[in-house]
């Protein structure tokens, strides 16, 4: 990715991993802009937020939940990491289907 589009993109990026409030906010401030990297990101932080709300009906379940809910916090730090250093790269596991299922945004 260019790295002008990045560096114009980094700080809505960075914003939508900050709570679901960040990730509207992203949305928000990328929908005039329509800027790659951040899209990239929101998508990313999207998949995180609903899959951090689906499975919070599954957290109280001992050994289970416990697991989702370390996966899903790695999983957004390095999210955010990424966004961070200005990396577009997948999450594991789930990345490819937060490009895949949002690629509308």
Known sequence: MDKKIVEEG???AIISYITWVGLL???LMNNDKKNGFAKFHIR???LLTLA???GSFIFWIPLIGWILAVCLLVFWIMG???AIKG???EVPYVGKYAQEWFKGI
């Open 80 to 82: 955010l990491v990424y």
């Open 87 to 89: 990396e577009a790269k």
């Open 10 to 12: 980094k700080t809505t």
């Open 44 to 46: 990313q932080s999207l």
């Open 52 to 54: 951090g709300i689906a």
């Open 25 to 27: 906010i992203a949305f």
